[in-house]
C-alpha cells in the first residue's frame, strides 16, 4: 500500500499490525509498525498525527537498543519536519536514519535517506551540500541496483539542477528518473 501511495489505508493496516504484534508482547515489531504508521501518516500530511507517535517511537528504541526501529522512527520524523519546513529538525533525522542505515547494512534504506537528506537540504538553501549528497544517493542506488530510489534521488538532482537554473541538466535528471522508474 505505502508503494502504491495509499497512505492512509496502509496508516490503518499498520494499526492493525500494531494490535497483532501486542498480542505475543513483541515490543520491537509493535514499534516497528508505530514508526511505519508515522511515515505513512506523514506521507499522508496528518504531521500532527505523525510526529508525536515517531517521537515516542525514537525513544523507546533508543530504550531497548532496536536500531533497526529507530531508522524507522527517525526517517518518519525527518519526513514530518521536511513538509512542515523544520529544515534542521529534518536535517538531523535524515541523517541519524542514514548513519543507523550503513551501520547495519540496509543499502536501500541508507540511498532513500540520502534523497530525502538532499531535499531538506535544498528546501534549507544549502544547494552545494543538497547537489553532492544527491549525487551520492544516485551512485550509491546505482551500485546497489536500487532502481526506485535512484529514480527518486534522480528527482532531487533535477531540482538542484532547477535551484542553479540549469533547465537542460533538470530535464536530463528528471528524464532518466522516468525511465529508471
Do not use: N
Not at 10 to 16: E, I, K, Q, S, V
Not at 94 to 110: K, L, P
Not at 127 to 134: F, I, Q, R, V
Amino acid at each position: 500500500l505505502t508503494a502504491l501511495g495509499a497512505w492512509t489505508e496502509a496508516a490503518d493496516r499498520l494499526r492493525r499490525a500494531e494490535e497483532v504484534a501486542r498480542l505475543p508482547d513483541d515490543e520491537e515489531r509493535e514499534l516497528a509498525a508505530r514508526a511505519c504508521r508515522a511515515e505513512a501518516l506523514a506521507e499522508a500530511g496528518r504531521y500532527d498525527e505523525a510526529k508525536p507517535l515517531a517521537l515516542d517511537v525514537v525513544t523507546r528504541a533508543l530504550s531497548t537498543g532496536a536500531t533497526r526501529v529507530q531508522i524507522l522512527a527517525h526517517r518518519a520524523l525527518g519526513l514530518v519536519y521536511l513538509r512542515t519546513a523544520a529544515h534542521d529538525d529534518a536535517l538531523y533525522h535524515f541523517r541519524q536514519a542514514a548513519e543507523r542505515s550503513a551501520e547495519v547494512g540496509m543499502g536501500g534504506s541508507r540511498v532513500w535517506c540520502l534523497a530525502r537528506l538532499a531535499e531538506a537540504q535544498l528546501a534549507g538553501d544549502d544547494l552545494p551540500m543538497a547537489e553532492a549528497t544527491s549525487s551520492e544517493a544516485v551512485a550509491e542506488a546505482q551500485r546497489l541496483g536500487a532502481e526506485h530510489a535512484e529514480a527518486e534521488a534522480r528527482l532531487v538532482a533535477a531540482r538542484c539542477a532547477l535551484g542553479r537554473g540549469d533547465g537542460a541538466a533538470a530535464r536530463d535528471s528528471a528524464g532518466t528518473a522516468l525511465a529508471t522508474a
